[in-house]
């Protein structure tokens, strides 16, 4: 069964940091895109970050660029999000997101974790 879990939200003032965790079971992870996104209240899920399989290639929205950094450990079957300077803005539910190949499907199913709340108070 796949299964994606967060971890590392809370409650951070502005300009802090938190990093958080999405750990990965149930399909063989280095094969395989992980994204984090986020939703705040009242708005629609934005992507903020995402790596790709083996070899690590990120790419990241705008409004966090150079705050944010995404990183995978292939052998604890982990992603990572550093958040630095974290703004008021960045308040939300933070997924982990993958695409992974079903053969009962004989299709790709995108699978969600179930979120965790970052709240950052100015």
């Known amino acids: 069964e796949v299964q994606l879990v967060e971890s590392g939200g809370g409650l951070v003032q502005a300009g802090g940091s938190l990093r958080l965790s999405c750990a990965a079971s149930?399909?063989?992870?280095?094969?395989?895109?992980i994204g984090w996104l986020r939703q705040a209240p009242g708005k629609e899920r934005e992507g903020v970050s995402c790596i790709s399989s083996r070899h690590g290639t990120t790419s990241y929205a705008e409004s966090v660029t150079c705050r944010f950094t995404i990183s995978r450990d292939n052998a604890k079957n982990t992603v990572y999000l550093q958040m630095n300077n974290l703004k008021p803005e960045d308040t939300a539910v933070y997924y982990c997101?993958?695409?992974?190949?079903?053969?009962?499907?004989?299709?790709?199913?995108?699978?969600w974790g179930q979120g965790t709340q970052v709240t950052v108070s100015s």
């Open positions: 149930g399909f063989t992870f280095d094969d395989y895109a």
């Open positions: 997101n993958a695409d992974i190949w079903v053969q009962h499907y004989n299709d790709f199913y995108e699978y």
